[in-house]
Each structure stands twice: as C-alpha cells, then as structure tokens.
C-alpha cells in the first residue's frame, strides 16, 4: 500500500480524478515499476493504475500489453546471454558430457574383468578423467546465479502477472480456468527460449541437489555416533566420493548393519575363517547377521575383505574385483554397512 501511495502522490491531478487519461510521467514511471524486477513494485504499479477508475483502462491495458511484450522479449535475451553470460548454458554443456561419459564408464565398472589387472588399471585412470569433469560441473553448479535467476524469474512472472491483468478485459481468456501453477507452465512451455532457460536450470538445480546430498551423507557419517570409527568414516568417504562422480546417491552409514558387519569380523578373526558363510550358529547368511543385529530394511550385498587395516587398501581391493565392485556401484542402497575387526574388513549395503 504505500508503494501505491508512493507512485499516486507523485501526481495528485491524475490521482484526485481531474483527468479521465493519466498523465505521461504517470505511464512512463509506472510501465518502469511494472517491468522492475522487485515484485513489490510490480504489484503496486497494477494496483495503482485499478485506483484510476474506468477512463484510465484503456491506457492501462496497453501498458499491460507493452509489459507482456517486453517480458517476453527479456527471456529471449537472456537466452542469447545478452548483457551478460548465460550461466545456464556453460553448466549444461559440461553436464550434457558428463552425463554421456558416466553412462560409458558405467559399462565398464559393471563389466566383470575376471581381475585382470590391466582392466582394473584401466578403470581407475576412467575414473579418474570422469572424476576432473565432475570437478567441472560440480565448480560450474555452485557458480553464483543469483542476478541471473533474478532477471528470469522476474521476467517469468511479470507474464503470469500481466496475462492475469489482462482477463480483466477479456472474459472470454483462457487462462482464466488455469491456476497460478498451471499459468506458468503453459506460459513457460509456449515459449520456446523460456521452456529451455528452465529446463537448463533445473538441470543445474540437479547438480546442486546431488552436492547437497553428498555434504548431508559426508556430515551425517561423520556425526552419526559414537559407533562410527575413523576406518568406517573415511572408508564412507571414498566410496561416497566415487558414488557420486558416477551419478549414484550416498550412502550413509547405519548402525544396525554396522554391528551385523562388526560381528562377522570379529568372527572371522577370532575363528580363523575367511567367507560369506559363518560357521557360527543363527550367523550362517549376511542376510541372517543382518536380521539378528535388528537391521529393519533389506540387505543387498556383502563384501568381506582381509590383509590391511587400512581403509583404502580394503577399497581398493573391492575395487579390483568385479563382483565386489557391482555391490559398491549399485544404484538401489541407500545405507552402509562396516565392521573392522584387525585387518579383517566386512560391507554390507541395503535399504531402509
């Protein structure tokens, strides 16, 4: 209301009804507040002309077609990256070859070498080389697009605001049976560089969720409890890291599969056995130690793992072998299982 008084007392003639048509400094300062990009501003310009009463609506309704006009023309300009750089367009073409080398090296990683080692050799240097253009889209993802997000939002709902305007003098309007949501996905979809500027920032919000993700599984693995030992953490960390290179979600640890992990460690240990099939009673499956530490969801898979207390060593072995490989680089867990016991290791992966 008081940007209205605002705009209003700046000419009292026109505001007090002595002239049917507004006075041009009126239209000209009102059709700026109707293409400004602080929302407040638009609204008070639409509600200042509606206090004009009916002589002034004809001038209103062109102003609204002039706003609609130069909404429209601001998204193709900021398509061509006019005034300045489309940051859209510099993120989707690196994701655009992100996305085709990770469905490459997919194949690959979930490919069973038979533990060749010059195959194994050749997957870390493909990971590598995905890792440097994830690097690129992840730097690309989190540039700064505030003033850019600005003047497209903007620009999107000045249309929304302004074709809503205009049903005032066209009962007949189809819009009229949209709502507000559906306006602007009709509005968006009809126009050809509007439907691809979103559909370039969504996908730049993807990568944004997916470095999210990422930050909440690494906090959350890292202040999970007491039970989270530093193997299990930085081992997490890796494979997390890895995970999403390739497009995967995290994986965060759980407690209860943990323990199930912890216990066939320490059995293989203190037992003098080395297998997915424990000898020890109610212990026999990964499946039946999972049940009976209490893990709730289902388990998927099992790696175990003997020789090194050391994280990266258990990794990298995994790695090296295919069938341990296909449990690390699945796409359906969501948590993670470990248990070290010496220089015996056991992973467990599942859903809850």
């Given at each position: 209301m008081r940007l209205i008084l605002l705009l209003l007392c700046a000419f009292p003639l026109m505001a007090r009804g002595q002239s049917d048509a507004p006075p041009p400094d009126f239209v000209q300062r009102a059709g700026q507040w109707m293409i400004s990009l602080d929302a407040s501003k638009r609204q008070a310009a639409y509600r200042s002309w509606l206090q004009l009463g009916p002589?002034?609506?004809?001038?209103?309704?062109?102003?609204?077609?002039?706003?609609?006009?130069?909404?429209?023309?601001?998204?193709?300009?900021?398509?061509?990256?006019?005034?300045s750089s489309n940051p859209y367009e510099a993120h989707d073409a690196a994701f655009g070859e992100l996305e085709s080398e990770r469905k490459r090296v997919m194949e690959l990683i979930r490919t069973d070498w038979k533990k060749d080692g010059k195959q194994v050799a050749m997957l870390r240097e493909e990971m590598a080389a995905l890792g440097k253009l994830h690097a690129k889209v992840t730097k690309l993802g989190t540039a700064n697009t505030a003033s850019f997000d600005a003047a497209l939002d903007a620009a999107v709902q000045g249309m929304c605001e302004t074709t809503r305007e205009l049903e005032r003098f066209d009962p007949e309007a189809g819009s009229k049976s949209l709502?507000?949501?559906?306006?602007?996905?009709?509005?968006?979809?009809?126009?050809?560089?509007?439907?691809?500027?979103v559909t370039l920032r969504n996908r730049l919000r993807g990568t944004r969720d997916a470095i999210a993700r990422l930050e909440e599984a690494t906090k959350a693995n890292k202040e999970g409890g007491r039970w989270i030992d530093g193997g299990m953490r930085e081992f997490s960390v890796v494979l997390n890291r890895e995970r999403d290179i390739c497009g995967l979600g995290p994986l965060r640890l759980e407690e209860k599969l943990s323990d199930a992990c912890k216990g066939h460690s320490?059995?293989?240990?203190?037992?003098?056995?080395?297998?997915?099939?424990?000898?020890?009673?109610?212990?026999?499956?990964?499946?039946?130690?999972?049940k009976l530490a209490g893990f709730a969801g289902g388990a998927s898979g099992e790696n175990i793992f003997m020789g090194s207390t050391n994280f990266q060593a258990a990794y990298d072995g995994w790695f090296g072998s295919d069938g341990h490989r296909f449990i690390m680089f699945a796409d359906g867990p969501n948590v993670l299982g470990l248990g070290i016991s010496g220089v015996h290791w056991t992973l467990m992966t599942g859903r809850n």
């Open positions: 002589g002034a609506m004809e001038a209103y309704e062109k102003a609204l077609r002039t706003s609609l006009k130069y909404h429209d023309q601001q998204i193709d300009k900021l398509a061509r990256g006019e005034g709502d507000d949501e559906q306006l602007e996905s009709k509005l968006v979809a009809d126009h050809i560089h509007g439907s691809h500027l320490g059995d293989m240990a203190r037992l003098g056995f080395f297998a997915h099939e424990s000898p020890v009673p109610q212990k026999k499956s990964p499946w039946d130690r999972a």
